[in-house]
């Protein structure tokens, strides 16, 4: 099982990054998903969760009305498009096989993250 998330960068106040996040060794399209992230001295912090198809996502309200969350499943990946990106968005981004209904239970190892830095 691997979770390869990419796509992270330095970027402006207000600017936007699209992450991805590619699974391999499980049926991705059977997983519900979730991004994750941790600033520098803080816990890891859920972000946002899609379920298997697609159709049902939800947001921690630090990041709702600017973070979406979005799946391919026929190329095993799942995206984050980040808009109005702030300074305290600041983290390594991991992304995870979750339980919908709680995004606490993870289901797959971590993998390696993704740094985004948003400068002020």
């Known amino acids: 099982v691997q979770l390869q998330a990419s796509g992270g960068g330095l970027v402006q106040t207000g600017g936007s990054l699209r992450l991805s996040c590619e699974a391999s060794g499980r049926l991705f399209s059977s997983d519900d998903m979730g991004w994750f992230r941790q600033a520098p001295g803080n816990e890891r912090e859920f972000v946002a969760a899609?379920?298997?198809?697609?159709?049902?996502?939800y947001y921690a309200d630090s990041v709702k009305g600017r973070f979406t969350i979005s799946r391919d499943n026929a190329k095993n990946t799942l995206y984050l498009q980040m808009n109005s990106l702030r300074p305290e968005d600041t983290a390594v981004y991991y992304c995870a096989a979750i339980v919908y209904s709680d995004y606490s239970r993870v289901l797959s190892p971590w993998g390696q993250g993704t740094l985004v830095t948003v400068s002020s």
């Open positions: 899609i379920n298997w198809s697609g159709v049902g996502t």
